[in-house]
């Protein structure tokens, strides 16, 4: 399993923040499904403020370029991309991996 985690701020508005948070506990049973056929096992989102965190669990052989390119290429995708955008305090016009920053692991208390 590979693990990847990223980062995004939203926009400073606490009622799209909580309309952010409201769409995720119904997110389109197409993005999950997408996900899926890419190789992301599991993905979780926290939030502190308007700081969100991403932890994005793969398979091994996943390639973080090549399989969000094809993931932004599945049914609803780019609709998704576009509707989340208004709550995201970056370009709404974008791509997904301009607007989540990947961040680099510094420790890890198993190695």
């Known amino acids: 399993m590979k693990r ?6 939203l926009v400073d508005d606490p009622e799209l923040i909580e309309k952010y948070i409201e769409v995720h506990s119904h997110v389109w049973p197409e993005i999950i499904e997408g996900q899926h056929q890419v190789g992301i096992i599991q993905m979780q ?21 090549r399989d969000m ?3 932004a290429t599945l049914p609803r995708q780019a609709e998704w991309e576009a509707y989340v ?3 995201q305090g970056c370009d709404p016009d ?4 301009d607007k989540w920053k990947l961040m680099e692991q510094i420790f890890d208390s198993e190695k």
């Open 45 to 65: 989102i926290f939030r502190r403020g308007r700081v969100l965190f991403m932890i994005c669990d793969t398979v091994d052989g996943f390639d973080w370029e």
């Open 4 to 9: 990847y985690c990223q980062t995004l701020e």
């Open 94 to 97: 974008a791509p997904s991996a």
């Open 69 to 71: 390119a094809r993931l």
């Open 85 to 87: 955008a208004q709550f």
